[in-house]
């Protein structure tokens, strides 16, 4: 089945650096990659995701690449806010519908 | 706004008795899922269920089982709990192969 590996576990920034995580990915069948980020004491939320067909996509701040060659895909935050404070994870879908995630990395921003 | 409810946010039960977690969606979504979270191993996926009295084993199904009678409703079952079953489980639903949208939880301790 799927395995999804993801890095770094924990990683803290200063207000207004980038921040990158990244993950890789072992099904070359999967085909969408959604990011998800989980506040404390709240449940996972989607933030951005991204299909196999494209090689990047951004929202505002945020921004995903896919590499499906290499079976990589990253999350790029610009600008980073205290607010965006949290665990990450990534996931790759196996067997259709069901998403397999990483093992998360928390994001500290200190101002 | 889709919305996905959990039948308790806490709940302490006893090694041996057996637990229901339930799960209720009300945006028609066809898929739903369990997952466990646990600190440093993110979110692992137990079981799901792509249609009514469907089921699929996810990568940790030991210990588990599921029930889905009708579509919006998809229960978790314990049927002998264990103290290695103290966990953090989430529910979640979506519409094909796109957005999971998650439960608040139910934190689960068995002493």
């Known amino acids: 089945g799927e395995n999804v590996e993801q890095h770094p576990s924990t990683l803290s920034v200063q207000e207004g650096d980038s921040a990158v995580i990244k993950c890789t990915y072992s099904?070359?069948?999967?085909?969408?990659f959604p990011w998800y980020k989980q506040e404390l004491g709240k449940r996972p939320q989607l933030i951005i995701d991204i299909r196999s067909n494209v090689g990047e996509k951004k929202d505002q701040r945020i921004a995903v690449t896919l590499n499906k060659t290499a079976k990589h895909f990253s999350l790029h935050i610009t600008e980073t806010q205290p607010e965006d404070s949290a665990v990450y994870f990534c996931a790759a879908n196996q067997a259709g519908t069901a998403l397999i995630f990483g093992k998360g990395t928390t994001l500290s921003v200190s101002s | 706004d889709v919305k996905v409810t959990q039948s308790s946010r806490y709940l302490v039960k006893r090694t041996g008795e057996k637990v229901f977690l339930e799960c209720v969606q009300d945006m028609d979504h066809e898929n739903m899922f369990w997952y466990r979270q646990d600190p440093g191993l993110g979110l692992r996926l137990i079981y799901f269920s792509y249609d009514v009295k469907m089921k699929e084993k996810g990568d940790i199904p030991e210990g588990y089982s599921v029930s889905r009678e009708k579509k919006e409703r998809f229960s978790l079952i314990l049927e002998s709990a264990s103290t290695n079953q103290t966990s953090m489980y989430l529910c979640?639903?979506?519409?094909?192969?796109?957005?999971?949208?998650f439960g608040p939880g139910t934190r689960l301790t068995v002493l």
């Open positions: 099904d070359s069948a999967s085909n969408y």
């Open positions: 979640a639903s979506s519409l094909g192969k796109g957005e999971q949208f």
